[in-house]
């Protein structure tokens, strides 16, 4: 069974430039999440969707983040503009409705400059 | 607010040197505590789920256990390749929010 697919692995942008990170989770885990982690911390929650619809976005910073699902599967999380701060690992993940267990893709690493 | 503490920031072993890896939490009505395995450039690998004090899983040379206050990863006669980042995560009863813990890099020297 293929894992939790991101991609680009890795970004290298100026600030003030726009970047968008893409995620294909496992086949048929309806909740899928963008979590953000900083060098020597664990992963931090910014948005979670149940198939379309975005159920906590609490942590996103809606001023130059935003993050869409359509039809469910596939999800793209974009910052405009970036900043020097943006700079971290994006990490997706996804889990089914049976258990609560969160698998997790690879991460983009973006480095802003 | 949810919490996770985990202990020692780092830990350097020699192979086949058995140490314990903690994980302190304050959380409203437990729903599982998670491990995962993060080695550099990757993500989180799970492990284990415990969900009740008492529990105990195994998996090769780990095997992790839960009270009601904090677990415990156990590392059996390490290997190198058992050297990653160990991060501990707990959910809550009332909300699907996972609250990780720093994590604990473990080094496992030959």
């Known amino acids: 069974e293929a894992g939790v697919v991101q991609s680009p692995r890795y970004k290298i942008i100026e600030k003030k430039q726009p970047v968008a990170f893409w995620c294909n989770p496992i086949s048929g885990h309806n909740t899928l999440y963008w979590y953000l982690q900083n060098l020597g911390q664990g992963p931090e929650l910014l948005i979670r969707?149940?198939?379309?619809?975005?159920?906590?976005d609490s942590q996103l910073p809606k001023d130059r983040f935003s993050a869409e699902r359509l039809k469910g599967v596939d999800s793209t999380l974009k910052i405009q503009p970036a900043e020097l701060g943006d700079s971290a690992v994006y990490l997706c993940?996804?889990?089914?409705?049976?258990?609560?267990?969160?698998?997790f893709g690879p991460g983009t690493r973006l480095t802003v400059l | 607010e949810d919490q996770v503490t985990q202990s020692p920031e780092a830990l350097r072993l020699q192979e086949g040197e058995s140490s314990s890896l903690n994980c302190s939490y304050t959380?409203?009505?437990?729903?599982?505590l998670f491990w995962y395995r993060q080695d550099p450039g990757k993500g989180p690998e799970f492990l284990f789920t415990l969900y009740s004090a008492g529990e105990e899983k195994e998996k090769e040379r780990l095997k992790a256990t839960l009270t009601k206050k904090e677990s415990f990863l156990h590392i059996t006669a390490p290997k190198p390749e058992d050297s990653a980042t160990y991060l501990c995560a707990v959910l809550p009863g009332a909300n699907s929010k996972l609250t990780f813990g720093k994590g604990i890099t473990l080094s496992v020297r030959p």
């Open positions: 993940a996804s889990s089914n409705s049976v258990t609560d267990t969160q698998y």
């Open positions: 959380v409203s009505g437990l729903r599982g």
């Open positions: 969707y149940e198939n379309e619809e975005a159920v906590d």
